[in-house]
């Protein structure tokens, strides 16, 4: 599956200097890497299963057509708002991790996961809701986790993932996209399409202090290879728009950042409700028929809306139903 194959120490440095969309010689590379011109074509095709086409010209070099836009950790600093600085105790963007959800868990033992900012320009084993395998192909697209510290347990943060939601549509909003809309409970989506989603994990105890965990990935520039691994309609920003500016990937989880870690700072206090006529708002299917999908049955209705628990309301034939668990489709078996 591609963008599950780790780099070594040498295709790293390779794609570090090729990311640039220049061309560049065999021997340069291969200075660079520490191998012979041959061993630099051998290294550079295996990267093809990580979805990044390196193309070769004879008397020119080697060349990835457009470049990386790879994570710049100044860029992204600049980018943030004062109060949202103020708010990340730590940024770490990492080359290849399996996880960035998995890097903020590490660091909660020893005291470190309360603002901690964990982004990687590949996952090697991402992940979404249900277990499932997150397409994280290297330097393409967004894989972000940030940790915090909550006092009250798991029953204040009902809702949470709905609100991160409205805070990833608002932050796209300000970078030129307004057509996002959200399915409940965690997906970001484009004419029905998946743009991006939200996994939160928990540790701690339930009922009192606990660490957060936000992951949110999002399709910048999705690799096409890359995105047959994904298992439903699919949208990266890339194809929303002509402006490379809005495509610079620093820039978008900044702006992520900056909407995202004023909501959590305050989300004890506030909880779901300022965020719930929001969320309505910017649903996907309200007031469409639609499926919840459970792992045991699935159930039809007309989507009203959501709760200030999160809880998404249907209206069944015997009346309105809330439920805190499953997936909306748009038909049965989706």
Known sequence: MIGCVRMNEKQLLLVRCLADGEYHSGELLGQIAGVSRAAVWKQLQSLQLLGIEVVSQKGRGYVIKGGLALLSSAALQSALDESAQQMVSKLTILQQTDSTNQAVLNAVPQGAGHGLVVLAEQQTAGRGR????WASPYGANIYLSVGWRFSLGAAALEGLSL????????ALKVLG??????????DVLVDG???GGILLEMTGDASGECYVVVGIGLNVRMPVLAGED???PWVDLASLSCSEG?????LIAAEILNQLLPLLAGYERMGFSPYRYQWEQLSAHQGQEVVLVTPSEQIKGVQLGVTDAGGVRLQLAVGE????GGEISLKAGS
């Open 177 to 186: 996209y307004p057509q996002s809309q959200l399915k409940w409970p965690n």
């Open 130 to 133: 249900r277990g499932r395998v």
């Open 163 to 170: 609100a991160v939601g409205v805070a990833v549509a608002h």
């Open 230 to 232: 994904i298992g439903q």
């Open 321 to 324: 139903r809330v439920f805190l």
């Open 193 to 195: 399409k998946k743009l």
């Open 246 to 250: 809005g495509r610079d990937r620093s």
